[in-house]
């Protein structure tokens, strides 16, 4: 039987910035392990993109609380795929790269 030398290419699990421990990201980082984001704008009935904190942060930068949970994800190393059959939102869902958010804590300040 052969042995594997390289870690399994990541784990599934619903992801957002209040459901995910900062000591997380280092950790499977440092294991070489990828998270893939399940439901990442909470799906139906999800309530993450109400949450006031996030929607303070959105308005900081001039986006919605959609993108920044996105690019939260993003600068965390997440795998991220939304979900939407709508043509505006998909558009909006691929514009985070004009926006970086900083260390938890500074944000919603």
Same mark, same amino acid.
Request: hydrophobic share 30%.
């Given at each position: 039987?052969?042995?594997? %030398?390289?870690?399994? @290419? @990541?784990?599934?699990?619903?992801?957002?910035?209040? =459901?995910?421990? $900062?000591?997380?990201?280092?950790? =499977?980082?440092?294991? &070489?392990? &990828?998270? &893939?984001?399940?439901?990442? =704008? @909470?799906?139906?009935? @999800?309530?993450?993109?109400?949450?006031?904190?996030?929607? %303070?942060? $959105?308005?900081?930068?001039? %986006?919605? $609380?959609?993108?920044?949970? =996105? &690019?939260?994800?993003?600068?965390?190393?997440?795998?991220?795929?939304? %979900?939407?059959?709508?043509?505006?939102?998909?558009?909006?869902?691929?514009?985070?790269?004009?926006?970086?958010?900083?260390?938890?804590?500074?944000?919603?300040?």
């Amino acid at each position: 039987m052969a042995t594997r %030398k390289s870690l399994p @290419g @990541g784990e599934s699990d619903r992801t957002a910035p209040a =459901l995910f421990p $900062a000591c997380c990201g280092g950790t =499977l980082r440092k294991a &070489r392990h &990828r998270l &893939r984001s399940l439901s990442p =704008l @909470g799906g139906t009935g @999800g309530t993450i993109l109400e949450d006031p904190v996030l929607k %303070k942060i $959105a308005e900081k930068h001039k %986006k919605s $609380a959609a993108q920044v949970t =996105l &690019r939260w994800e993003l600068q965390n190393g997440i795998i991220t795929i939304p %979900k939407s059959t709508h043509q505006e939102r998909i558009r909006a869902n691929t514009e985070l790269y004009d926006f970086e958010l900083t260390a938890a804590g500074n944000e919603s300040d």
